[in-house]
């Protein structure tokens, strides 16, 4: 088991403690037995589909929109999201992938929709009725908000999608998705809309599926001409750029939780490995160079954990702005974790890069979170930028 000393920190309330000890001992329950049953399976589709169903049958999805519509707590509390995925990801990828994207997918509505919108989605979207995605990404323009080309023309009582996004997360089983699209009321980021499309909308269509190293439902979208209501926008036209980077302020510190997760199991498949494998008459875990790599993996694993909940205690109690402390989080903690659990690779020694070991499945996991909900490199720019704003 994980160590969980980090739960008595400042940063956390008895609320958090007792979420962490009562999705840890579901998860035992529910989660370690399918670890083996989902490795290495195509049917990604039909897994995330049955994780959100049990995810919402047990009640954690309520952790993902306000009490009002069915939530758990007032406003989203970005700590409480951060456990359960640093717990869900420590068991399962694919179980902490399917609940954040039921956040990820609808904070913005939570944060900026009208009453009848939240009315309309968050409830299912808390029982896992409904699945949601956030849609962003371009061909042309990922990080880079300025350089989106989807656009959205008003007409009448309508607004008219077209254009394509790309590297969507739950691409094709979502039954609505959060689009931000070029409304055109001022250049670059200033001139984005955000607006909810429900997927069996006419114009909207998924013409790609796309494979990755550690599969998860991801699929390129197409607007044709595809008419959405204008009570499905978001906030005010040009609001876009404004809503993206809120609910990102909230979720991309969990991105580093969800990375957390992920190295706490790599060091306890380390540690519980060093203690059994033998090699010139004894363990591994009694030479000092595999000691050193576990201390390392340590003191790499606390520092996460301190500046993640560092930045979701200012987001919930200070109720502020944490664009740099959320990217502070997001670039130490996955970064880090890359590098713990190639350690734990390391010291599996040719099992680490088996099929079938834990080790190399989170080898593959791990990976995108530098990537995904801006690239390490993006967050560097952002630290910079804020760092010198402060500095005056």
Not at 113 to 139: C, H, N, Q, W
Not at 150 to 169: D, L, M, P, Q
Request: hydrophobic share 45%; with cysteine.
């Amino acid at each position: 088991m994980p160590d969980a000393t980090y739960l008595e920190w400042p940063f956390l309330e008895d609320h958090h403690r007792g979420l962490a000890e009562n999705l840890r001992r579901w998860a035992e329950v529910n989660l370690r037995p399918m670890e083996r049953d989902v490795h290495g399976k195509t049917d990604v589709d039909d897994i995330c589909l049955r994780l959100v169903k049990m995810l919402g049958e047990a009640g954690w999805l309520k952790l993902t929109v306000p009490a009002a519509y069915g939530g758990a707590h007032d406003d989203l509390d970005v700590r409480s999201i951060a456990l359960a995925r640093e717990i869900l990801g420590y068991y399962l990828g694919l179980a902490d992938f399917s609940f954040v994207m039921q956040g990820l997918g609808t904070g913005a509505i939570s944060l900026f929709g009208s009453d009848d919108l939240k009315r309309d989605y968050l409830p299912r979207v808390a029982t896992g009725e409904r699945i949601a995605a956030f849609a962003m990404s371009e061909p042309q323009g990922g990080s880079d908000a300025a350089a989106l080309e989807t656009t959205a023309a008003r007409e009448g009582n309508h607004f008219v999608i077209s254009g394509t996004k790309t590297w969507i997360s739950n691409g094709g089983i979502a039954d609505h998705y959060v689009v931000i699209a070029r409304t055109g009321e001022a250049p670059g980021a200033k001139g984005l809309s955000a607006f909810v499309v429900d997927s069996d909308n006419p114009g909207f269509s998924i013409p790609e599926r796309i494979d990755v190293m550690a599969p998860h439902p991801l699929g390129r979208l197409s607007f044709d001409n595809c008419r959405v209501p204008a009570s499905h926008l978001l906030g005010n036209p040009g609001d876009g750029f404004k809503i993206a980077m809120a609910n990102l302020d909230i979720f991309r510190t969990t991105v580093g939780a969800a990375a957390l997760g992920m190295a706490r199991r790599a060091l306890d498949e380390a540690l519980t490995y060093s203690r059994t494998r033998k090699a010139f008459g004894q363990v591994i875990g009694d030479f000092q160079l595999i000691q050193a790599k576990l201390a390392e993996m340590a003191v790499r694993i606390d520092a996460m954990a301190l500046l993640i909940y560092r930045s979701g205690w200012t987001k919930d109690v200070k109720k502020i702005r944490v664009t740099r402390e959320s990217s502070m989080a997001k670039l130490y903690a996955t970064e880090a974790a890359q590098e713990v659990i190639d350690e734990a690779v390391q010291i599996f020694g040719g099992l680490g890069v088996m099929v079938g070991q834990k080790v190399e499945e989170l080898y593959r996991e791990i990976r995108a979170l530098r990537i995904y909900e801006g690239t390490s490199e993006v967050q560097k720019l952002v630290i910079a930028s804020q760092t010198v704003a402060a500095h005056g």
